[in-house]
C-alpha cells in the first residue's frame, strides 16, 4: 500500500501508521500501535484506546494489534487516489480539473444548471463558482421571456395579469412582453385589465342592467367584483357610500356638507374648497367631468390619469343649473290646522322693506343673525317699525327670528327643493317665477309655490291661503353656491317678503322685510385678464330698489379663491309670492377628456399606444384601440415560425417570441427536460445518447469493457475502482 507523505504522522509515543485521508479543517484521525502516553491526555479502555494529542491537534484511535481501518468515503474521509498523494480529479468534485468540464456544482446530477457529466452548462444557468450550486439567470420582470416564463410584464407584481413568478394569470392576456397585460375577454367570467364588470349579454348581469358590452358599469349602478358578478341601482341615502357617491348622509337635505350624495365645499374662515366631481373645474382642480369615477380620464380625485388630456368646454355650456333650496314651512296666523302652532311672524305682520334688521355678518352657525344695537334686541328696526292698518311691527323678536331659517320641531317643517336656472343669451342664467311653469300637478302657474299641497298642509297641520288659486304662502327659503373669484360675477334678485344676500360671510344685498317686489344686484369687480395686474379687488359694487344709487361693499375676495354665496328669503304674507334669480359668469366649465392615441402611453380605454400605431407587424393598429399582427394572435405571419395563439411551450412546441421552442439536438441542454444534448447525440461512450440522455460512462454501473476496467456504478475517489473507472490498489 503507498502512503502519502503528507500522511505521515510522528508521535511522542513512537511512529504512528496511517492509513485515513486527513480531513480538511478538522484533526485527522490516525490508528497507533504501540503504548499510550497518558501524560499526553491520551485514555485507554481495555485493549483500545482513544487518543486526544492536546499538543498536535491529531486524532488518534489506537488498537492492540498492528491492524488497520480502511479509509471510508461514506465516513466522509477524504480517501487518497490511485497515485497515492491526491483524490482523483473528476466530474462532481467541485473542481475544473478534468478535460472536457465546463461546470462542477460538486454533484452528478442533470437539471440544477451542471449537466452530470460536467460538460455542459444547462440553458438559463450560470455556473460562476466551481463547488456551488449554478444559478438561474432567469429573472421575472425584466422584460424579457426565459425559462419556465409565460409572461413578463416587467414588474414581477401578481394581479395584474403576469404573477410575480411570470406565470399567466386565468382571464388576461399578455400580448407583448415588458408592456401591461389587458382582459383576455369582456364576459368570461374573469374580471380583469381595465374591466370594470362582467357583461353577460343585453347589459344585464345576474338579471340587472349596469354592466356594458365593454364591460364597464353604467351609472347609476355598481355591480359585484365576484361570480356571479350582479349589478343593483345605487341607493342614495341609505347611508352607504356606493359606487358614484362620495358622501351619504342619509338624508335629501343640501348645505349640510352632503346633498344628492356628492360632497359640498367646506369652507374654512369664508375660504371653500371645490368639490371633485361636481362638473365645474375650479383653479385646484386638474380636471372635473362631473363624476367621482377613475378610469375615464379624470380620476376621483379630479386628476388627469395616464394618457389622457382634458380640455375646458368653453363653449357648450349647460343649458340648465339646477340651485339647490332649504324651504321652512310654517303655519301662518290664521291657517294652523289640528292644533299646529301659528308663527306670529307670519301672515301677520306688515312692512314695506325695513333695512338692518341683520347683523352685516353672519352669525357661526352661517345664519343672519337678528341685529341688536348696542346689544338691546328691542332696537331692531323691525321690531321698532310701525306701519299699515294695525300698526304692527315687521319682525317680532330675536328668537322667533331665529326659527325662521332654524330646524325646530313643532315649529316648522323642513322640506328640500330646488329651482332650475336656464341659460340665457347673454350667458346668463336665469329661474323666473313669473314665467309660466307647472306647479307639479299639471297646472301651470306664474308664481312662486314651491311647496303647494306639501309641507304643513299635506300633514294636515295648516291650511292653504285663498289667493286664487290657493296656494302656500308662510315659508322660508335658503340657497347657497360656491364659485371661484375671478372678478365680472353677477347676481341678481327680484321678489319678495324679506332677502338678505352674503358673500364671504358679509352682507352683499338687503331688500330689507316685508315688502312687495323689490329688485336688487351686486357685480363683483370686473376682471379683463388683461396686460398687467388683477383689477379684481374683492369689491362688490350693489345697487337696490331701496338704495338706487350704486355703493361698494368690501367682501374681502381674492382672485382665483372659492366663496360661497348665501341668500336667505321669506314669504310671510299671502298672496303676493315671487322668486327671481339671475346669476352671471358664477359657472366654471365642465371638463371633457379623451385618450391621447400616439403619445406612448396606453389610457385606460386604449387597447395600446406604441407611437407609431401604424398596425405593422407587434406595433398597435390607428386609433390604440386594437393591435396590428402580433406573435400570441393564433395567426402564422411571415417571419413567425410558429403561432398557436399560446406560445407558451417551453420545450418542443411553439415557444414565446413565436419561435420554434427548444429540442433535443439543438445543442443546449434545456434543464428538467434534458439530461445533455450535444447537438450529434450518437450515444457514443461518455457521449449523449438519442431522446438527449446520457449514454454509456463511468459510472453507471456497467462495466464497458473497452473503456472502463471496472464500474462501481459512482465516480468516488477512496474505493477499488476510481473515479476513472480504473482498479485502484485501495483495500
Known sequence: MRFSSRLRVLASVGFVSLVGAVHCGNPPDVTSSGGIDAAAGQHATGGMASASGGNHGINVTTTGDSGSAACDPARGDECAGSSGNAPDPTCGDGLINVDGEVCDDGNTESSDGCTANCTQTEVNFACPTPGQACVSTVKCGDSTITGNEQCDDGNGIAGDGCSKTC????????????????????????????????????????????????????????????????????????????????????????????????????????????????????DDEACDDGNSKDGDGCSSTCRVENGFACTDIVDQPPLSIPLPIVLRDFAGQGHGQAGHAEHIDFNHLTGSGVLGIVAPDLGGSDRPVYACPNGNCDANPGHLYIGGSGQRPNTSNALNFAQWYTDVSGVNMTLPSQVLLTHRDDGSYLYDSQEKHDNGEGTPIDFFDPIHKQGLVGAGFESLASCSPDRNVSFTTETHFWFEYQGGERFKFSGDDDTWVFVNGKLAIDLGGLHSRLNGQFDLDDDTDAAGADTADGTAAVVTDLKKTAFKVDLGLKPNGIYEVVMFQAERNECGSNFTVTLKNFNKPKSRCQSTCGDGLVASDEVCDDKKNDGSYGSCAPGCKARGPYCGDGKKTDG????????????????????????????????????????????????????????????????????????????????????????????
Open 167 to 282: 406565470q399567466l394569470e386565468t382571464g388576461w392576456n399578455c400580448e407583448v412582453a415588458g408592456l401591461p397585460c389587458s382582459a383576455a375577454k369582456c364576459g368570461d367570467g374573469v374580471l380583469a385589465g381595465a374591466e370594470e364588470c362582467e357583461y353577460a349579454g343585453s347589459e344585464t348581469v345576474g338579471g340587472k342592467a349596469g354592466c356594458s358590452a365593454e364591460c364597464k358599469i353604467l351609472s347609476p349602478y355598481d355591480c359585484a367584483t365576484s361570480a356571479p358578478f350582479a349589478c343593483a341601482l345605487t341607493v342614495c341615502g341609505n347611508k352607504t357610500i356606493e359606487r358614484w357617491e362620495n358622501c351619504d348622509d342619509g338624508n335629501a337635505l343640501p348645505f349640510d356638507g352632503c346633498y344628492q350624495c356628492r360632497s359640498e365645499p367646506s369652507c374654512t374662515n369664508g375660504v371653500c374648497k371645490s368639490v371633485c366631481g361636481d362638473g365645474q373645474r375650479f
Open 640 to 731: 413567425e415560425a410558429c403561432d398557436d395563439g399560446v406560445n407558451l411551450s417551453q420545450y418542443g412546441g411553439c415557444a414565446p417570441g413565436c419561435v420554434t421552442g427548444p429540442s433535443c439536438g439543438d445543442g443546449k441542454v434545456q434543464s428538467g427536460f434534458e439530461q445533455c444534448d450535444d447537438g450529434v447525440n450518437s450515444g457514443a461512450y461518455a457521449k449523449c445518447a438519442k431522446g438527449c440522455v446520457l449514454g454509456p460512462r463511468c459510472g453507471d454501473g456497467v462495466l464497458q469493457a473497452k473503456f472502463e476496467e471496472c464500474d462501481d456504478g459512482n465516480r468516488k475517489n477512496g474505493d477499488q475502482c476510481d473515479p476513472n473507472c480504473k482498479q485502484s490498489d485501495v483495500k
